[in-house]
């Protein structure tokens, strides 16, 4: 796909010749899918969440398919940040897109280390995924709380120049609050929504399909809810918003945009199609055409409510 002016997205200082990006967790750290899409033609490569420490992710089943969706419960298996830096970025730095790292801690001082370890030239921003319990409080999920979520926000942007992303968590009673605390806080983009919490149960064996008995649902069933929410926070908030959820098609991403996301990312997509993030891409500049529109940021927030 040649760059096409119409999609060129500068969001934060991130500049992109794409609006569409790869989701964490879907899209490994990029080069796995370097043999099925040109990579250099992603808006950008969000890397899968990275702790400090290496992490084995859960034991037992950690993938099952449901109707229009999937749950997994990887539990964050990664190699850790220093493997990361000094084995794996060499191998992706050279690609001709964005590199964003999801990065996950159990305490807020965690957030802050890696933060800092990854303020360098090769990274152009980090995505602070707050789905984590925080060990110092007793379990409490970051992304339930505002003030646990404000406080992952402020760490992250004391201790890097980068933009720092919000991405977040479906799984609270009111959306808008969590965004304005991290907008409050100092979030320079809110990435949503991350993966819902479901389960699946085996019927003959009477037990749950996972081995960590709930996981995340993502895929086509999440988008009315990622949708709905993206619309909700988009009225609330001054910060762009990067929408995910269920796209598979650029059908799906152009509803996003009119919704108020500024770009989106593909996720479960990805495995069913790896090229899915240049085809949405290529579907969108073929919509812009359609309906001379010049530019993909004339369709944010245009969505007619009456």
């Not at 907008?183 to 085996?202: F, K, R």
């Not at 069933?221 to 918003?241: F, G």
């Not at 990805?270 to 290529?282: G, I, R």
């Amino acid at each position: 796909m040649k760059q096409n002016s119409r999609l060129a997205t500068e969001i934060a200082g991130i500049k992109m010749k794409t609006p569409v990006m790869t989701a964490s967790g879907t899209f490994g750290f990029g080069e796995e899918f370097s043999e099925f899409v040109d990579l250099n033609q992603i808006g950008a490569i969000v890397v899968k969440g990275t702790t400090l420490k290496p992490r084995s992710g859960n034991t037992g089943v950690r993938i099952a398919e449901t109707p229009s969706g999937m749950l997994n419960c990887i539990g964050l298996e990664n190699p850790g940040i220093e493997y990361f830096l000094t084995d794996i970025l060499p191998r992706i730095s050279h690609y001709d897109a964005p590199i964003i790292v999801n990065i996950s801690g159990s305490s807020v001082e965690e957030y802050g280390i890696l933060a800092k370890k990854l303020d360098i030239p090769e990274i152009a921003a980090i995505e602070l995924n707050i789905s984590c319990p925080n060990v110092k409080e007793g379990g409490i999920i970051f992304g339930t709380d505002p003030l646990s979520a404000a406080a992952v926000v402020k760490e992250a942007k004391k201790n890097t120049k980068k933009p720092v992303i919000a991405k977040l968590s479906p799984n609270v009673t009111d959306i808008v609050v969590m965004a304005k605390a991290v907008e409050e806080a100092g979030a320079d983009v809110i990435s949503m929504i991350n993966t819902l919490l479901g389960m699946a149960i085996n019927i003959n064996s009477w037990k749950p399909v996972l081995g960590n008995m709930t996981g995340g649902l993502s895929g086509p069933a999440v988008k009315p809810i990622a949708l709905r929410m993206v619309w909700q926070v988009a009225q609330a908030v001054h910060i762009p918003i990067i929408g995910m959820g269920g796209i598979m098609k650029a059908e799906d991403a152009i509803e996003f945009f009119l919704a108020g996301a500024s770009a989106v990312a593909v996720g479960t997509a990805n495995f069913v199609n790896p090229s899915a993030a240049e085809d949405v891409a290529k579907g969108i500049i073929k919509y812009l055409e359609k309906k001379n529109v010049e530019h993909i940021s004339q369709l944010v927030g245009q969505l007619k409510c009456n």
